[in-house]
């Protein structure tokens, strides 16, 4: 089956500017998560969708994050305006169900650098 | 507060042999754990998991052990091939259903 697909890969912007990630997730995964991922840290989640209904944002700083997945199916993130500290690798991963034992499968990440 | 974390950053070993990466969590509450291997450039790939209600539980070449006593958990990959060099993470699943993931143990296998 094909894996989660993310875009871009890799993404410099500047300080107070504006940036956008998308996801594809697995056909048929009914939950989607967005992670981000600090340099020698752990994934830290910042959003839960089940289908097109947000579960968990209680981790996404709302004042500059905002995230979508419209039709249920694809969705991206965007941060408004970037700090320093957004640079991280921002991972997209979905799931069949949010049940505890649903796999998360994960894509390859953008990699954000704000300068 | 609640957290995952691993025992060393890194650790290298000899091609062939066994590794042992370790992790130690914090709630008594949680009920599964996963582990994830991370290569560069790539997303976490899904190694194994193990539920509360087992001690033992084994893949592929990859062992996980749990010992809720002392809330701690342990990855045994035999055999160890240069494929395995990567990050390892162990994971929570808690009763919120959100997975907390440790800082990750950066595996190096010498030929």
């Known amino acids: 089956e094909a894996g989660v697909a993310q875009s871009p890969r890799y993404k410099i912007i500047e300080k107070r500017q504006s940036v956008a990630f998308w996801c594809n997730p697995i056909?048929?995964?009914?939950?989607l998560y967005w992670y981000q991922q600090i340099l020698g840290q752990g994934p830290k989640l910042l959003i839960q969708?089940?289908?097109?209904?947000?579960?968990?944002d209680s981790q996404l700083p709302k004042d500059r994050f905002s995230a979508e997945r419209l039709k249920g199916v694809d969705s991206t993130l965007k941060i408004q305006p970037a700090k320093l500290e957004d640079s991280a690798v921002y991972l997209c991963?979905?799931?069949?169900?949010?049940?505890?034992?649903?796999?998360?499968?994960f894509g390859n990440g953008t990699r954000l650098t704000v300068t | 507060g609640e957290s995952v974390g691993l025992h060393l950053p890194t650790l290298s070993v000899q091609e062939g042999d066994n590794s042992i990466i370790n992790c130690a969590y914090s709630?008594?509450?949680?009920?599964?754990f996963i582990w994830y291997k991370q290569e560069s450039g790539k997303g976490p790939q899904f190694i194994i998991d193990?539920?509360?209600?087992?001690d033992k539980r084994q893949g592929q070449r990859v062992t996980v052990l749990l010992n809720k006593t002392v809330k701690h958990l342990s990855l045994q990959i035999a055999a160890t091939q240069p494929g395995d060099s990567a990050v390892y993470f162990c994971?929570?699943?808690?009763?919120?259903?959100?997975?907390?993931f440790g800082q990750g143990t950066e595996l190096s296998v010498k030929p």
């Open positions: 056909s048929g995964h009914a939950t």
């Open positions: 994971a929570d699943l808690n009763q919120g259903g959100k997975l907390i």
């Open positions: 193990i539920r509360s209600n087992m």
């Open positions: 991963a979905s799931s069949f169900t949010q049940a505890l034992d649903s796999p998360l499968h």
């Open positions: 969708f089940q289908n097109n209904g947000v579960v968990d």
């Open positions: 709630n008594s509450a949680s009920d599964y």
